[in-house]
């Protein structure tokens, strides 16, 4: 079984920043792409950012220049840097992970979540 723990939410000012991390744990073998979604009350969820193994990113277009994805493989970990924050970034924040097990299938997990609040 894997968990991914978000951490680093919260309630920020317009304009500021956040850095938000996840960790994967478990019966891992091996961590393929990484990811951030979003999901604003009353809307779907959205990918943010995402990283392959191999450090190659993409970003949805509204975190372009704002936003930096980032992990490390010795940790099983992944991170998301949100600079200049606006109120239409509130949202939950999910980290996702495609997950190769020792014993068991590849398979895609999410976390649980992390809310981040941008508001004066």
């Known amino acids: 079984q894997v968990q991914l723990v978000e951490s680093g939410g919260g309630l920020v000012q317009p304009g500021g920043s956040l850095r938000l991390s996840c960790a994967a744990s478990g019966s891992i073998f091996s961590i393929y792409t990484m990811g951030w979604y979003r999901q604003a009350p009353g809307k779907q969820r959205e990918l943010v950012a995402r990283?392959?193994?191999?450090?190659?990113?993409n970003y949805a277009d509204s975190a372009k220049g704002r936003f930096t994805i980032s992990r490390d493989n010795a940790k099983k970990t992944v991170y998301l840097q949100m600079n200049s924050l606006q109120p239409e970034d509130t949202a939950v924040y999910y980290c996702n992970a495609d997950v190769q097990t020792v014993a068991g299938p590849r398979k895609n997990y999410w976390g649980q979540g992390t809310q981040v609040t941008v508001s004066s």
């Open positions: 990283i392959t193994s191999g450090g190659s990113t």
